[in-house]
């Protein structure tokens, strides 16, 4: 299955074959032209794939996470982010590319209950108590409870 993806300011190519390749354009480079770069990827090395929606008819923002053969520390993180329209088929891309090449961790926060409940908007105005997903409130609450043994 080959696959393109057209996002933000990168381009998503996958040959069906060997590489995953992200493709990168820069408008302005100083000398009034254009620059590009590229990144190549064998699709083995992906360890993870997150998809996130910030809310209904919104972007989707991928994010792929590879860990290179031969480096001893340090992951390479692409990320792109595609409009609502072509959402659901890159998401379908994500499911098909994680099952075949058995990614580890696959995530897609917008199915989760992320958007704040009504309650939780009129108690908490400040910034700091933006939304976050459920996996996040149990971590929270997980060590807030262990720091609150701790402390007794």
Do not use: K, N
């Amino acid at each position: 299955m080959s696959f393109r993806l057209q996002g933000d300011g990168v381009r998503l190519d996958f040959d069906g074959r060997r590489w995953l390749v992200f493709s990168w354009s820069h408008r302005d480079t100083g000398a009034g032209g254009a620059d590009s770069s590229r990144l190549f990827v064998e699709p083995e090395r992906c360890v993870s794939i997150a998809g996130r929606v910030s809310g209904p008819g919104a972007d989707l923002r991928l994010t792929f996470r590879f860990r290179p053969a031969g480096v001893g520390a340090g992951d390479l993180v692409a990320e792109i982010v595609v409009g609502a329209d072509q959402a659901e088929p890159a998401w379908q891309f994500a499911q098909w590319y994680a099952h075949t090449y058995r990614v580890e961790h696959v995530s897609a926060s917008w199915w989760d209950d992320a958007e704040p409940s009504a309650a939780e908007r009129e108690e908490s105005r400040d910034w700091l108590s933006a939304p976050v997903s459920p996996a996040t409130r149990d971590l929270f609450r997980s060590v807030m409870a262990r720091l609150t043994v701790a402390d007794s």
